[in-house]
């Protein structure tokens, strides 16, 4: 598991817009190369990932993947919140740059 520590969320983050993509930078850098097979007879795709391009609309935009297990019981929990059935894909602290403004 890749705890956090809510006082290492840089302050400067005010946004949901923000966390997604610092919380997903994280997620990358913390899963050092993992991938998921996502697609019978393909390769494996990186388990998360942060990109950055331009779509038709001539908008730049951070594209985020990732591929994180889900447990099955406890997202059809009647009392429990969805993104509690998160499982863990990762056991390393984000690099230490991602934890400051």
């Known amino acids: 598991m890749t705890a956090i520590n809510l006082a290492n969320i840089p ?5 949901y817009e923000r966390l997604m ?3 997903a930078q994280c997620l990358q850098n913390t899963s050092q190369g993992l991938s998921t097979n996502v697609v019978a007879n393909t390769p494996p795709a990186p388990t998360c990932q942060v990109q950055v391009a331009q779509t038709a609309d001539g908008i730049d935009r951070f594209i985020v993947t990732a591929y994180i297990p889900c447990d099955m019981p406890a997202l059809n929990s ?3 919140k969805t993104w509690m ?3 863990d894909i990762a056991t390393a602290t984000p690099h230490a740059n991602l934890l400051q403004n």
Request: aromatic share 8%; hydrophobic share 45%; no cysteine.
């Open 78 to 80: 009647q009392t429990q």
């Open 85 to 87: 059935a998160a499982q």
């Open 21 to 23: 993509i610092w919380a």
């Open 11 to 15: 302050s400067n983050i005010n946004t």
